[in-house]
């Protein structure tokens, strides 16, 4: 907004303008609704059912932090606008924590996990248009730093797009952040099925794989292909040394990005040839491994100890936002994970914590991803509702409010040949705290549209409707339905147990 629009709008009187803020942001907002009922709780103030939240009993107090989340995305990153930065746009200081920047090694990534499922699809765009810009810039930083092709972003960005490392080694040295801002190209993709949208940021895509195909190197004793030097970020590997090679996360992160770019050139018809490199290459990734602990390793070597409990959980990417560990496809690999996540314990910071909802709903365990919320609302929440770090960063909020998504609905794209198809399960890691209740307007990977409404911790009803006639499978409690769709049919699913 400019400073003439700000000036225009003091001569409003203040109850004309949240008259028509409200107008304006509900018309997102409204597209989703929540509810876990209420309780007498529902009478105190924000600031007492925050203090209070640990002690159990106000489930619509986690509905409010998941719609309060969507009320600071819709009001901080829309078409137009700069992306939502370490604190969203609420910063009051001249030097901010961090310069009120974009750290793309987790931060930015998390405030947009909730876009697209939470059906704030437009909030999504300024986050493309910065990924745009970086692939320019990112350019000059690969053919500086590196002598190749492609583009690059480390661990940070600004408004100038700054896409070399800075800083100190131990966190600014990674060269994957740009490969993870890819994801969420593929993600719009993934619930929208717009190949137009796939056709314009394809090439920023292969752009960001094209700095791989020329920076992986061959592992010496492991044969295996493996970014060097790199680190799993903000963590260090033996003592203060934080510099190795083929750290878990960055393997993820580049086995996505191959992958996506394969998927994508079959889908637009293009790049045969630059496709096969790429399904030759990302066969030689360094793979996830089980060290001696049962943990999923953090890095090449079995050196994760249990005494480990740093607030980055890198390497479980994997796990989410990524889908490469399951329950369903990677047994092994889903239990490996989980044992790392105990091993991490329930603490740590604000944005951590919300991380760790999504971590224990992917692990199905709804009960301790709501005990991670609690955590996460009760010590990692101000009395106004923002996430603490401390001190304020916005990216727990949306993280935590994702998580909420998780616990009631997961859902993942599958292809039949280039064809996009949808899997949904239905209350997959639904908690014991919030026995009834009911959300409508989700959206879901293959494009659709769900409501649920369970009762008693079970299933009475989802309906879905189906946005572009896309394949659908249904997953809840063990049962599975396949059917074919028609574009803007709904349909209803129950527990037939």
Same mark, same amino acid.
């Not at 996505?256 to 030689?284: P, Q, T, Y």
């Not at 990734?285 to 980055?312: A, C, F, T, Y």
């Not at 329950?327 to 889903?334: I, N």
């Given at each position: 907004?400019?400073?003439?629009?700000?000036?225009?709008?003091?001569?409003?009187?203040?109850?004309?303008?949240?008259?028509?803020?409200?107008?304006?942001?509900?018309?997102?907002?409204?597209?989703?609704?929540?509810?876990?009922?209420?309780?007498?709780?529902?009478?105190?103030?924000?600031?007492?059912?925050?203090?209070?939240?640990?002690?159990?009993?106000?489930?619509?107090?986690?509905?409010?932090?998941?719609?309060?989340?969507?009320?600071?995305?819709?009001?901080?990153?829309?078409?137009?606008?700069?992306?939502?930065?370490?604190?969203?746009?609420?910063? =009051?200081?001249?030097?901010?924590?961090?310069?009120?920047?974009?750290?793309?090694?987790?931060?930015?990534?998390?405030?947009?996990?909730?876009?697209?499922?939470?059906?704030?699809?437009?909030?999504?765009?300024?986050?493309?248009?910065?990924?745009?810009?970086?692939?320019?810039?990112?350019?000059?930083?690969?053919?500086?730093?590196?002598?190749?092709?492609?583009?690059?972003?480390?661990?940070?960005?600004?408004?100038?797009?700054?896409?070399?490392?800075?800083?100190?080694?131990?966190?600014?040295?990674?060269?994957?952040?740009?490969?993870?801002?890819?994801?969420?190209?593929?993600?719009?993709?993934?619930?929208?099925?717009?190949?137009?949208?796939?056709?314009?940021?394809?090439?920023?895509?292969?752009?960001?794989?094209?700095?791989?195909?020329?920076?992986?190197?061959?592992?010496?004793?492991?044969?295996?292909?493996?970014?060097?030097?790199?680190?799993?970020?903000?963590?260090?590997?033996?003592? =203060?040394?934080?510099?190795?090679?083929?750290?878990?996360?960055?393997?993820?992160? +580049?086995?996505?990005?191959?992958?996506?770019?394969?998927?994508?050139?079959?889908?637009?018809?293009?790049?045969?040839?630059?496709?096969?490199?790429?399904?030759?290459?990302?066969?030689?990734?360094?793979?996830?491994? +089980?060290?001696?602990?049962?943990?999923?390793?953090?890095?090449?070597?079995?050196?994760?100890?249990?005494?480990?409990?740093?607030?980055?959980?890198?390497?479980?990417?994997?796990?989410?936002?990524?889908?490469?560990?399951?329950?369903?496809?990677?047994?092994?690999?889903?239990?490996?994970?989980?044992?790392?996540?105990?091993?991490?314990?329930?603490?740590?910071?604000?944005?951590?914590?919300?991380?760790?909802?999504?971590?224990?709903?992917?692990?199905?365990?709804?009960?301790?991803?709501?005990?991670?919320?609690?955590?996460?609302?009760?010590?990692?929440?101000?009395?106004?509702?923002?996430?603490?770090?401390?001190?304020?960063? +916005?990216?727990?909020?949306?993280?935590?409010?994702?998580?909420?998504?998780?616990?009631?609905?997961?859902?993942?794209?599958?292809?039949?040949?280039?064809?996009?198809?949808?899997?949904?399960?239905?209350?997959?890691?639904?908690?014991?705290?919030?026995?009834?209740?009911?959300?409508?307007?989700?959206?879901?990977?293959?494009?659709?549209?769900?409501?649920?409404?369970?009762?008693?911790?079970?299933?009475?009803?989802?309906?879905?409707?189906?946005?572009?006639?896309?394949?659908? $499978?249904?997953?809840? =409690?063990?049962?599975?339905?396949?059917?074919?769709?028609?574009?803007?049919?709904?349909?209803?699913?129950?527990?037939? $147990?």
């Amino acid at each position: 907004m400019s400073n003439r629009s700000n000036l225009l709008l003091k001569k409003k009187a203040y109850r004309k303008i949240r008259a028509d803020h409200i107008k304006e942001y509900q018309k997102l907002f409204n597209r989703v609704k929540l509810d876990f009922g209420k309780t007498k709780a529902v009478k105190l103030t924000t600031d007492e059912r925050i203090k209070n939240f640990a002690e159990g009993n106000d489930p619509e107090l986690a509905a409010l932090y998941f719609q309060f989340a969507r009320y600071l995305l819709i009001s901080c990153s829309r078409p137009g606008c700069q992306s939502a930065n370490l604190q969203g746009l609420w910063n =009051d200081s001249v030097k901010p924590p961090w310069s009120s920047k974009y750290t793309v090694n987790i931060n930015t990534e998390m405030n947009y996990w909730l876009a697209e499922p939470t059906n704030l699809s437009e909030c999504h765009e300024p986050l493309f248009a910065m990924i745009k810009d970086i692939s320019v810039t990112g350019r000059k930083t690969a053919k500086v730093n590196y002598g190749s092709d492609g583009w690059v972003c480390h661990h940070n960005t600004d408004l100038w797009r700054a896409t070399g490392p800075i800083d100190s080694a131990f966190y600014g040295f990674w060269p994957s952040g740009g490969a993870w801002l890819c994801q969420h190209l593929w993600y719009r993709y993934e619930y929208s099925g717009d190949k137009d949208f796939l056709r314009e940021y394809y090439p920023v895509m292969k752009g960001g794989a094209e700095f791989f195909v020329d920076t992986l190197v061959e592992h010496p004793k492991y044969k295996w292909l493996v970014t060097c030097p790199s680190i799993s970020p903000e963590n260090k590997i033996f003592g =203060d040394t934080s510099i190795c090679a083929g750290p878990t996360m960055d393997m993820q992160i +580049i086995r996505d990005l191959f992958n996506n770019c394969i998927k994508a050139s079959e889908i637009l018809g293009v790049d045969e040839d630059f496709r096969k490199v790429l399904e030759e290459k990302v066969n030689r990734l360094s793979p996830m491994q +089980i060290g001696k602990h049962g943990q999923l390793q953090e890095w090449l070597e079995d050196v994760d100890g249990p005494e480990n409990h740093h607030r980055h959980v890198s390497h479980l990417y994997g796990l989410f936002p990524s889908s490469q560990i399951s329950k369903d496809k990677t047994p092994d690999l889903f239990e490996a994970a989980k044992k790392s996540l105990e091993t991490r314990g329930d603490g740590g910071t604000g944005w951590s914590m919300a991380w760790k909802v999504n971590f224990w709903a992917r692990l199905r365990d709804g009960d301790h991803s709501y005990l991670m919320l609690t955590n996460l609302i009760s010590k990692g929440t101000y009395p106004n509702m923002f996430d603490a770090h401390p001190p304020f960063q +916005i990216d727990g909020n949306f993280g935590g409010a994702n998580g909420i998504t998780e616990m009631l609905m997961q859902s993942y794209s599958e292809f039949n040949g280039t064809e996009l198809k949808g899997l949904i399960y239905l209350l997959p890691a639904l908690p014991s705290a919030l026995r009834s209740g009911s959300v409508k307007g989700l959206r879901a990977k293959g494009g659709f549209e769900v409501d649920i409404e369970w009762k008693d911790n079970k299933l009475v009803q989802a309906d879905i409707k189906s946005l572009y006639g896309n394949d659908l $499978k249904v997953r809840y =409690d063990g049962t599975e339905i396949e059917t074919k769709t028609v574009k803007g049919k709904t349909y209803c699913f129950m527990d037939s $147990k």
